[in-house]
């Protein structure tokens, strides 16, 4: 979401200014903060004590986000205005089903991803607008936002006091702008994937995609076997001969450079706060948490850049169309493919062993990005 501000808002900004801007930022902020609750009370896995009602509720709680939230070419304004329409309101009707019927639907149960994104793409939004000509400030509130993380680590003082305060069904809240620590270095990322184009160092070969692949697997095996020490060692070795390969020709860094050479010292750092809360840790999120996994993205920028210009290109690109539909495919397996699945003999198909469940699991993700990429490569998105 980070690197992708610097892309979105601009166009906009253009076209309309700051403030009309600003005003779009906020009604997609709603939607969101709606989406997660609409998302978390009408998923099927989350309806107790009420049967096969749970999955039918889901598969019409799709139909109507679908509707809401269909993007489509060809739609002509006054058919994409009865979508909308007819999308609210089935919404509106599964919502009061819930509330009064099953006494199920509570605006405090919502999808903590979902209310995360939306705290952050707000107030992060509008500091890379304030901040767009400037990354020395945008890196100084970023500090700042860190110190307010590290200040409420003591949970009697008054910086947590500020930080902790949050409406009736915790939807907006300071707290969950620490995951500005990776939203902020997200757009100095994609400020520079948005400069011009420039002639392509010449570099070894498949160098990106070899350090981006080698650090991912250290630190999967390092943080998991808590071989820490020895990850840091590995990284920095494989990083630095990287970097190595990079600043000796007499050309300075191309953008993947400068991108890759964040992310290594991104990396670094992360190694090096990891003792730090106990060690690495995505719940409750820790500094080491956002720092390391900002290096790791941003190598695989750099990876996937260089895999975008070779054979590889075909592998990436029906990856590629799933993620520009990443809405439509967060929610379709639990949504739709699962109470499909639910509702017919599939599941009793795949319930006679482990290796028949782990099949069932590979068939649903292979159905839930085969369906959100062909839809994508039509033109067809949610969009809110």
């Not at 819930?98 to 006494?103: A, D, E, T």
């Not at 110190?147 to 006091?161: E, I, K, N």
């Not at 069904?169 to 702008?177: A, E, I, K, R, T």
């Amino acid at each position: 979401m980070g690197a992708a501000v610097p892309f979105a808002l601009p166009g906009r900004m253009q076209r309309e200014g700051a403030w009309p801007t600003l005003l779009h930022m906020g009604k997609r902020f709603l939607l969101l903060l709606l989406f997660a609750v609409l998302s978390f009370n009408l998923a099927p896995l989350r309806i107790p004590h009420t049967g096969q009602w749970a999955n039918y509720i889901g598969l019409l709680g799709y139909l109507g986000l679908f509707l809401a939230f269909v993007s489509y070419p060809g739609l002509t304004s006054r058919t994409k205005t009865g979508f909308r329409v007819a999308g609210w309101g089935l919404l509106a009707a599964l919502a009061a089903w819930l509330l009064f019927g099953f006494k199920k639907f509570d605006p405090g149960f919502n999808d903590s991803i979902i209310r995360v994104l939306a705290n952050v793409y707000l107030v992060g939004g509008a500091i890379w607008m304030l901040t767009r000509r400037n990354p020395l400030l945008r890196t100084g509130i970023a500090l700042t936002v860190m110190a307010f993380y590290l200040g409420d680590l003591d949970p009697h003082s008054w910086v947590s006091a500020i930080w902790r305060l949050h409406d009736p069904w915790n939807l907006v809240s300071p707290f969950l702008l620490k995951y500005l620590l990776i939203f902020l270095p997200g757009t100095l990322v994609g400020d520079w994937i948005a400069q011009a184009s420039e002639t392509p160092e010449q570099k070894p070969k498949g160098l990106y995609a070899i350090t981006g692949l080698a650090a991912t697997l250290i630190a999967l095996w390092s943080l998991y076997a808590r071989e820490v020490s020895a990850g840091f060692l590995l990284t920095l070795g494989i990083t630095a001969a990287s970097l190595v390969l990079l600043l000796r020709r007499d050309k300075p860094l191309d953008r993947c450079g400068r991108i890759f050479l964040f992310g290594a010292l991104c990396l670094t750092a992360g190694y090096l706060m990891e003792p730090f809360q106990g060690g690495i840790k995505k719940d409750h999120a820790t500094i080491s948490y956002f720092i390391l996994t900002s290096g790791l993205a941003a190598l695989w920028v750099c990876a996937f850049e260089e895999m975008g210009r070779n054979a590889l290109k075909k592998i990436w690109t029906p990856i590629a169309l799933v993620g520009q539909n990443a809405l439509m495919a967060y929610l379709i397996a639990g949504f739709l493919i699962v109470p499909l699945f639910a509702l017919t003999a599939l599941d009793a198909l795949f319930s006679g062993s482990t290796a028949l469940q782990v099949v069932r699991a590979v068939c649903i993700t292979l159905l839930s990005a085969g369906i959100s990429g062909y839809l994508a490569n039509k033109k067809v998105f949610w969009k809110l």
